[in-house]
């Protein structure tokens, strides 16, 4: 999964057509704006890595990272949820990859810094650093018999091992030329195995020599681009391999001493499977229920326990003594994304899934919008809607996914771009909440928001990244799946529930941003890909026109040579065709395409909004400043407000809207 952050943020050039000299004053008397805090709208729990070792008080703790900023190291009491630890891990936004060494020592591997953490028993948490300098994200973590830590990095898909004793760093180096992410990892008896992304490799890495072999594709795999080895376990003299997501897929299991593929478990869950038993058996959740894996027979015992949900993964799983009336001897343990615990004891049969008391961390807000009567933010990576007050800052959170773009349509209901597989939705704000996916209401409550499109089935595409309104239908423009190029138009009719399907209206770019006026959908594409890893065949984003009724594209247009992305378009009051490339603002005349107006405000090439209002336009600029621009062929950018942020929305004629983090902000406009 590639940060959102990594497709906001590109390199641009720009070239400058109108140079900004003196800033101008809009009139004699110009408009203010006022910044007020609207607090934090989105807090949740998420939880990605995590393993099951000793825990402060000696006995066996869940350990998990919750993301946040930072992200958090805890460890929980599997026979009562309660917190035994909560740990800051400066710096870090989040871990897929936690795991404990032999004397109880917790190692964390984070992002989107890179570090490493250490955590010895009865300690405090050391900050390690980035193993190795180029590398900004680790993916899994893994321990040997010694103590030694070995990870898996992007962008470079390297291999590193850290020395539990000496803190020396060992670089394996790429261990699959072209793979930039290695996204999964364990090691057994002298070997490290690797999982990689974008394509589906399997590797063996001889920890003492180097030497790096690739194991060969399990039977029935097919080819393996566009693929991922997501986890990979190695227990027991068998290694794991998952390739799939978030949801389910094959698990094939490799048999070390024979050196071939013995097994496919269909529709496997992840992250983890337990470790093996005292019986030789595991357990892993496969086909929404806890199962019980005999790796001799090859055979699947269900326990009972059940998973509803779109997310079923194991964040943590291992073997417990909960000294509980119902859970004698040893139970199987472990947590789900939002922080449950579940557990299931083989002697009773007894099972359960609880809410546990990992602390709830503030969600950065990826989406912001306004509507007639509230304000509306959408959560990134741990997700989430909340619809705010835009008085008090008074807010309703619910639990959804990554939410790509949100917008209040003429029908008032309010539309969500997810986040993966660019999903569509309508939410009836009159009607109860409840996502079957994430956060359900009580038995019998219908769906709402409702699923209007999944465009990755048939477009392969993964985010919704923008929407518009065009004659009481919805635009969805969005970024592709996977390693790939070429975004897709999308116009979906809520009263027939059809749509108008269109990839590539610019080839091979994605579709960033859109607006809508009198039939015409305007758009803003940008050279990247799904991944980012496939080099683009382009080398400047474009604003393009494209007739709803006649299905066809107007035209084309490269507004900022060598340019990657145009981030942000809108109509302004001078009907004119606004939009943002970095730090470049731009005019174009919506009927042929042609730039009018240029101003380069910017020093940095950080990716903003523009919006208007029936009186000016105002763009985001560096991440930090907002310009307005009136109407009128001499009125040239003024600065309007200066403070840091990350999205940029708007709320009628005299408000905007700022997020910076987990912070909502209005600006209220007024003379």
């Known amino acids: 999964m590639r940060s959102a952050r990594s497709l906001i943020t590109v390199v ?210 097919g080819d393996p681009a566009d693929k991922v080895v997501y986890d990979l376990n190695a227990r027991g003299g068998r290694v794991y391999a998952r390739v799939s997501t978030a949801f389910p897929g094959p698990l094939y299991v490799w048999d070390i001493a024979s050196r071939t593929w013995v097994d496919e478990i269909p529709n496997a869950h992840g992250l983890d499977i337990s470790p093996v038993g005292a019986d030789g058996s595991l357990y892993l959740i496969q086909a929404s229920e806890l199962k019980k894996y005999d790796p001799a027979t090859k055979t699947l015992t269900g326990t009972g326990l059940t998973f509803t949900g779109r997310i079923q993964n194991a964040r943590a799983i291992g073997y417990a003594e909960l000294g509980l009336p119902d859970y004698p001897g040893t139970s199987v343990v472990g947590t789900l994304w939002r922080g449950e615990e579940f557990r299931y004891n083989p002697q009773t049969g007894k ?68 986040y993966p597989e660019a999903r569509l939705y309508s939410y009836d704000l009159t009607k109860p909440w409840s996502s079957p996916e994430y956060s359900p209401g009580p038995p019998g409550t219908p769906d709402n928001p409702t699923l209007a499109l999944n465009l990755k089935t048939d477009l392969l595409q993964t985010r919704a990244r ?65 991944l980012a890893t496939t080099p683009p065949t382009r080398d400047a984003g474009t604003v393009f026109a494209w007739d709803v009724k006649k299905a066809k594209k107007l035209w084309e247009t490269v507004p900022v040579p060598g340019a990657a992305t145009v981030s942000s378009v809108t109509i302004g009051p001078d009907g004119l065709l606004w939009g943002v490339a970095g730090k470049t603002v731009f005019a174009v005349d919506p009927k042929s395409g042609k730039v009018v107006r240029s101003f380069v405000l910017g020093t940095t090439t950080s990716s903003g909004d523009i919006v208007a209002t029936r009186e000016a336009v105002y763009v985001s600029i560096d991440l930090n400043k907002i310009y307005r621009i009136a109407p009128g062929k001499k009125q040239v950018p003024t600065l309007f407000v200066e403070h840091a942020h990350r999205r940029l929305g708007v709320r009628g004629d005299h408000q905007l809207l700022l997020t910076s983090g987990s912070e909502l902000f209005r600006v209220d406009i007024s003379r």
């Open 12 to 221: 641009l050039a720009a070239v400058l057509v109108t140079t900004l000299t003196t800033p101008a004053q809009a009139s004699h008397h110009p408009p203010t704006g006022t910044l007020v805090s609207l607090g934090t709208p989105l807090s949740d729990v998420l939880l990605i890595g995590g393993t099951v070792a000793p825990g402060p008080n000696g006995k066996a703790a869940i350990w998990n990272v919750s993301t946040g900023s930072p992200a958090y190291l805890n460890a929980i009491d599997p026979a009562t949820g309660a917190s035994l630890l909560s740990a800051a891990l400066p710096g870090a936004d989040g871990s897929y990859a936690v795991a404990a060494t032999p004397d109880g020592t917790i190692y964390v591997g984070t992002y989107n810094n890179g570090h490493l953490y250490r955590l010895r028993p009865g300690g405090t948490v050391e900050d390690l650093g980035r193993p190795i300098a180029s590398e900004t994200f680790i993916w899994r973590i893994t321990t040997d018999d010694q103590g030694n830590v070995y990870g898996g990095t992007f962008p470079n898909g390297k291999v590193f091992r850290y020395d539990d004793k000496t803190g020396a760093v060992r670089d394996y180096g790429t261990v699959k030329p072209g793979q930039t992410y290695v996204k999964s990892i364990d090691y057994a008896d002298g070997k490290i195995y690797t999982g990689s992304l974008p394509d589906a490799h399997i590797m063996e890495v001889d920890a003492t020599t180097g030497a790096i072999t690739e194991l060969p594709s399990p039977p029935g795999l």
């Open 351 to 418: 099972s359960e899934i609880f809410q546990t008391q990992v602390r709830r961390e503030p969600i950065e807000i990826l989406s912001v919008a306004g509507g007639k009567d509230n304000i509306y933010a959408g959560g990134f990576l741990n997700g989430g809607v909340s619809v705010v007050n835009p008085t008090t800052g008074a807010s309703t959170f619910n639990r959804f996914s990554q939410v790509e773009a949100l917008m209040e349509g003429s029908d008032g209901k309010l539309w969500i771009g997810a």
């Open 466 to 530: 923008a929407l518009a309104e065009v004659n009481g239908k919805i635009a969805v423009g969005t970024v592709p799946d996977g390693d790939r190029l070429g975004g897709a138009l999308v116009i979906y009719d809520p009263k027939t529930g059809t749509a108008q399907k269109y990839r590539n209206v610019v080839q091979d770019e994605s579709v960033f941003g859109l607006t809508a006026r009198r039939g015409i959908v305007y758009g803003g594409t940008s050279i990247v890909g799904g």
